[in-house]
């Protein structure tokens, strides 16, 4: 089995990636945020389509005053103070209840959750790649930076689609 573990700064291009290796490689996506934009959509009645785009993502919630995205980091915060590994447990149940036998994890953003897995998961090939693109301005947020230290395999740089698609695919032939 092997996971795959894409991080990297908001609008980094992490989803495409993720779409490249699905198609490519048959890998299933998974996500941490997943079980939290479901959760959160359903808490305040917001259509679950704005959690999967930066536009959807900036929108206001006139109701809360707040946008999807500040809704998804204060409820991510509120139920990792109950458990940290929430999110990490919901991921680790949807690859081991699966019969996938490769998975891409779309938005990892901290080491705990690597940790949990992998400590779940000893078997497992796990595969990490950071996602550049030149140019981007990264969010303040904590969640953006808790990686910046980390060692990844390789870091793929996102300056166009066809570039992107190519480098993704050359990392993995060159890596297995």
Same mark, same amino acid.
């Given at each position: 089995?092997?996971?795959?573990?894409?991080?990297?700064?908001?609008?980094?291009?992490?989803?495409?990636?993720?779409?490249?290796?699905?198609?490519? *490689?048959?890998?299933?996506?998974?996500?941490?945020? @997943?079980?939290?934009? &479901?959760?959160?959509? +359903?808490?305040?009645? $917001?259509? /679950?389509?704005?959690?999967?785009?930066?536009?959807?993502?900036?929108?206001?919630?006139?109701?809360?005053?707040?946008?999807?995205?500040?809704?998804?980091?204060?409820?991510?915060?509120?139920?990792?103070?109950?458990?940290?590994?929430?999110?990490?447990?919901?991921?680790?149940?949807?690859?081991?209840?699966?019969?996938?036998?490769?998975?891409?994890?779309?938005?990892?953003? *901290?080491?705990?959750?690597?940790?949990?897995?992998? @400590?779940?998961?000893? &078997?497992?090939?796990? +595969?990490?790649?950071? $996602?550049? /693109?030149?140019?981007?301005?990264?969010?303040?947020?904590?969640?953006?930076?808790?990686?910046?230290?980390?060692?990844?395999?390789?870091?793929?740089?996102?300056?166009?689609?066809?570039?992107?698609?190519?480098?993704?695919?050359?990392?993995?032939?060159?890596?297995?």
């Amino acid at each position: 089995m092997i996971v795959i573990w894409l991080s990297g700064h908001a609008g980094a291009g992490k989803d495409t990636v993720a779409a490249i290796l699905c198609k490519k *490689y048959d890998l299933q996506r998974v996500a941490f945020a @997943d079980s939290l934009k &479901d959760f959160v959509a +359903v808490k305040y009645g $917001i259509e /679950r389509g704005l959690f999967d785009t930066p536009e959807g993502k900036n929108s206001l919630v006139p109701a809360v005053g707040k946008t999807v995205r500040e809704l998804l980091i204060a409820d991510s915060a509120e139920a990792k103070k109950e458990n940290i590994n929430i999110f990490a447990s919901h991921v680790l149940d949807k690859i081991k209840s699966s019969k996938q036998k490769g998975f891409v994890i779309s938005d990892w953003r *901290y080491p705990h959750e690597y940790e949990h897995i992998r @400590d779940n998961m000893p &078997d497992t090939k796990h +595969v990490c790649i950071r $996602i550049t /693109r030149p140019g981007l301005q990264s969010l303040a947020d904590p969640s953006e930076h808790a990686l910046d230290n980390w060692y990844f395999h390789t870091e793929i740089i996102n300056n166009s689609l066809k570039l992107l698609e190519k480098d993704v695919v050359n990392f993995l032939t060159t890596f297995k």
